[in-house]
């Protein structure tokens, strides 16, 4: 089966840092974009970090400067290094890939989340 599964998650002080991992697998043929959702408690899931197949990236402007994602493709990870860590950014950090399987072309994934809490 297809698996998307984050670790790296954990409390942290404000001003500190962690960073997230995600692995793909299951049959794994190629990856396309992979991005680094997050969402708090009672809001809207957003989009935090996306990493195109290309290495290209785009942040949510809350996150620039402070957060980086990066891919490696031979380990069919991608990962979300997180520095100067705030309050705000505290919530349950998913990933999201377009995987091609050998069932087929690109489709989008979901891992099931990893919490990450930043204390004041």
């Known amino acids: 089966q297809v698996q998307l599964v984050e670790s790296g998650g954990g409390l942290v002080q404000a001003g500190g840092s962690l960073r997230l991992s995600c692995v793909a697998s299951?049959?794994?043929?190629?990856?396309?974009?992979m991005r680094w959702y997050r969402q708090a408690p009672g809001k809207q899931r957003e989009l935090v970090a996306a990493?195109?197949?290309?290495?290209?990236?785009n942040y949510a402007d809350s996150v620039k400067g402070r957060f980086t994602i990066s891919r490696d493709n031979a380990k069919n990870t991608v990962y979300l290094q997180m520095n100067s860590l705030k309050p705000e950014d505290t919530g349950v950090y998913y990933c999201?890939?377009?995987?091609?399987?050998?069932?087929?072309?690109?489709?989008?994934?979901w891992g099931q989340g990893t919490q990450v809490t930043v204390s004041s």
């Open positions: 999201n890939a377009d995987l091609w399987t050998r069932v087929s072309a690109f489709v989008g994934y």
């Open positions: 299951g049959g794994i043929v190629s990856i396309g974009g």
């Open positions: 990493i195109t197949s290309g290495g290209s990236t």
